[in-house]
């Protein structure tokens, strides 16, 4: 493949434009946490699994107000069950994952809403060296595509593997769920609840909605697994979870009480240093093809 030093040189100034803009955002990087509101009073939604039907109306209403184009269905061999893929993908907000449990001895469907879990101490909003990721006052945790020059930290940080990138499109952003806070501002309720027929979803004040989960398990003996997912993994976030079974079993992934962001800031500390290392070795490389391109030139001429 022959090698052009237009782009060697093109190469070299965006890894240096990289490694300054990082450089210099990186000791601004403070804790994500928003202390506005208190995390009790900020805006939450309960998902009880043991409702849900799977009908995927939430889907397609996220897609409608969102206008996002591709289709709400999810093909049943793509389907990953009891898998922690959340099946979402840039043009998918949300989707609906389907786990196989067994129940008494018998196999049972478990319908799982899966989207951004708007975290208190959001990992995306410390790895973002722009701040194009901001945690709200209110709780949403959205995207300022403004501000993004594309280096998708957010996903790598995200212990949910949420954010997604468009990566079929000529202009690429980083796409996840907003917890519809263009909606919020105005008073409304996020498009997603209120098309659910079953009233799987709850919207409120997450200390509300905490102790409205409680209520339910304790209401219900035997119902529920005893345990509210969302309400301390990794210092709480926007979406918990009530289930029948153990939520390992349809897909969550076990976390501790301590925020990401922590170890997060000590992870950002160290890209500076690799960036100015690449655009060091871009340099090289410019220089050293640069020379053979001209040697070869002399050799040509004589």
């Known amino acids: 493949m022959e090698i052009k030093r237009r782009d060697f040189l093109k190469l070299s100034a965006v890894s240096a434009g990289s490694a300054a803009v990082v450089a210099a955002a990186t000791p601004a990087l403070a804790s994500a946490k928003s202390e506005e509101i208190e995390h009790k009073d900020k805006a939450a939604m309960l998902v009880d699994t043991t409702i849900c039907i799977g009908c995927r ?33 840039s043009n998918t907000f949300t989707n609906i994952r389907v786990s196989e449990v067994k ?8 319908y799982t809403k899966i989207q951004c879990m708007h975290c208190d101490e959001p990992a995306c909003v410390t790895a973002c060296p722009i701040k194009a990721m901001r945690k709200t006052k209110e709780g949403p945790v959205i995207y300022d595509k403004t501000k993004c020059f594309g280096c998708r930290y957010c996903m790598v940080a995200c212990p949910f593997h949420i954010p997604e990138y468009e990566w079929d499109s000529t202009t690429p952003w980083v796409r996840k769920c907003t917890f519809c806070f263009d909606r919020q501002k105005n008073g409304l309720q996020p498009a997603c609840f209120g098309t659910c027929p079953t009233g799987a ?22 119902k529920y697994y005893d345990h509210i997912y969302g309400e301390k993994e990794l210092g709480g976030t926007s979406w918990i979870y009530l289930a029948s079974v153990p939520f390992e079993e349809i897909g969550f992934t076990k976390f501790s009480s301590e925020p990401v962001p922590k170890n997060a800031e000590r992870a950002m500390k160290m890209v500076p240093p690799v960036l100015l290392g690449v655009a060091i070795a871009c340099t090289g490389l410019y220089w050293y093809v640069n020379r053979r391109e001209k040697n070869q030139a002399n050799k040509d001429a004589k």
Do not use: M
């Not at 129940?103 to 478990?110: D, L, R, Y």
């Open 201 to 222: 979803l709850k919207f409120g004040k997450r200390g509300d909605l905490i102790e409205v989960a409680r209520k339910r398990i304790a209401d219900n003996p035997g």
């Open 103 to 110: 129940e008494g001895g018998q196999p049972v469907w478990v």
């Open 57 to 89: 109306a939430c889907v397609i209403a996220c897609k409608q107000w969102n206008h996002n184009s591709s289709s709400p269905y999810v093909d049943a061999d793509k389907v990953k069950y009891t898998s922690v893929t959340p099946l979402l993908d």
